[in-house]
């Protein structure tokens, strides 16, 4: 019998394949495990909402929170993310379909603020398909627990807390950070750095 979309059966394998490719090009990424103080989710399409115990996070998704605020976010591949206060962080990419293939892959914008992660399942063995991606910088792992931070020029009227530019502390593992004028790797208990400037990364001689 030829195929119809009329006939569940014979259609049934078209549907699920579909499903299957539909969850690869925008899957979830990650669950909310807690939220403290004023957060919001800013989908895909642009809608914002209260960021919610329970929610899921998709590709594309972004989590903005204000002063005080904070998240904790466990994402498909067994990685946990601790969202920092004053933090914007973009889940540009995120794809685990359950075993390690070469097609997993995370993408992270970090626009200010920082986050600590505990990563899971990618970049385990493919280290390059994970990145944290800033203005300034892109930070890689080898493997790690590590803290990006994104710190910006300060406005009118206000303090600078620390140099602006990227930051990168690593508890386990190793990361590193580069830009268009070089690279540096970061080994535990160290902390690289990327100004705004645009000059080479480098390690910093304590943590700030």
Partial sequence: MPFSWKNPLKALPVLLLLAAYAGAAFGAAGNVQFVIGDAKLITRAGVTRALQKGA???EGDRIVTADGASAQIKMVDGGFIAIRPNTDIGFDTYR????????????????QGGFRTITGVIGRTNKQNYLVKTATATIG?????????????PRPGQVAIAEPGTYDKVNVGIAYIRNEAGSVDIYRNQV??????KAPPMLLPRIP
């Fill in 141 to 153: 792992i080898r493997g790690t627990d590590h803290e990006p931070m994104v710190i910006l020029a």
């Fill in 56 to 58: 899921e996070i998709d």
């Fill in 96 to 111: 685990y379909i359950g075993k390690e293939d070469g097609t997993e892959n995370a993408i992270l914008s970090l626009l």
């Fill in 192 to 197: 690289g750095f990327a100004p705004e400037t």
